[in-house]
T-cell receptor
């Protein structure tokens, strides 16, 4: 089944403790992207990647890192999480950035 | 940051009614995408429109891209309770390294009552 898989689905962590949210797609898509969704603010793009080793900032990149060492994987790294990073996070992939994305099921992160 | 204004934010209607959701911007997009999202799940792509003036139909849903590629609309005919959900529009910028950049509207929460 063609899909984008994120892990974990739920995560509660403490301020300052580094964490990684994994994302993997099995569709051989070139483009991958991370979003956060917050009430009243909608979906906002954090980072996106157009291919292996090619990444660029979205609208809200502060406090996040990404890497694209393999085509199928695009992990999101929070080096020092803070409570304002509590959110619902989505990973997505696409053949081409303008063609529409397939989204994962989301990761609900709480930073206390 | 390009802004996509989506309206209305909330829509509560009776089964069988028609409705239209609008997505407007002052920026030109290479494509406009519409998604539907259920609670606790990721958005699911409904359609992508890429040509100014383009109209696409998906059963009872009709999507239109404005001639200037700055706006789009989603029209649902004879809404059903199964149409209930969050509808999102998203614009992709044209060309270069910005091609992967996607801007979402705030979303329209649609509730269709039986």
């Amino acid at each position: 089944e063609a899909q984008v898989t994120q892990n974990p689905r739920y995560l509660i962590t403490v301020t300052g403790k580094k964490l990684t949210v994994t994302c993997s797609q099995n569709m051989n898509h070139e483009y991958m992207s991370w979003y956060r969704q917050d009430p009243g603010l909608g979906l906002r793009q954090i980072y996106y990647s157009m291919n292996v080793e090619v990444t660029d900032k979205g609208d809200v990149p502060e406090g996040y890192k990404v890497s694209r060492k393999e085509k199928r994987n695009f992990p999101l790294i929070l080096e020092s999480p803070s409570p304002n990073q509590t959110s619902l996070y989505f990973c997505a992939s696409s053949w081409g950035g303008g063609l529409g994305y397939t989204f994962g099921s989301g990761t609900r992160l709480t930073v206390v | 940051t390009q802004l996509l204004e989506q309206s209305p934010q909330f829509l509560s209607i009776q089964e069988g009614e028609n409705l239209t959701v609008y997505c407007n911007s002052s920026s030109v997009f290479s494509s406009l995408q519409w998604y539907r999202q259920e609670p606790g799940e990721g958005p699911v792509l409904l359609v992508t429109v890429v040509t100014g003036g383009e109209v696409k139909k998906l059963k009872r849903l009709t999507f239109q891209f404005g001639d200037a590629r700055k706006d789009s609309s989603l029209h649902i005919t004879a809404a059903q309770p199964g149409d209930t959900g969050l509808y999102l529009c998203a614009g992709a910028k044209a060309g270069g390294t910005s091609y992967g950049k996607l801007t979402f509207g705030q979303g329209t929460i649609l509730t269709v009552h039986p």
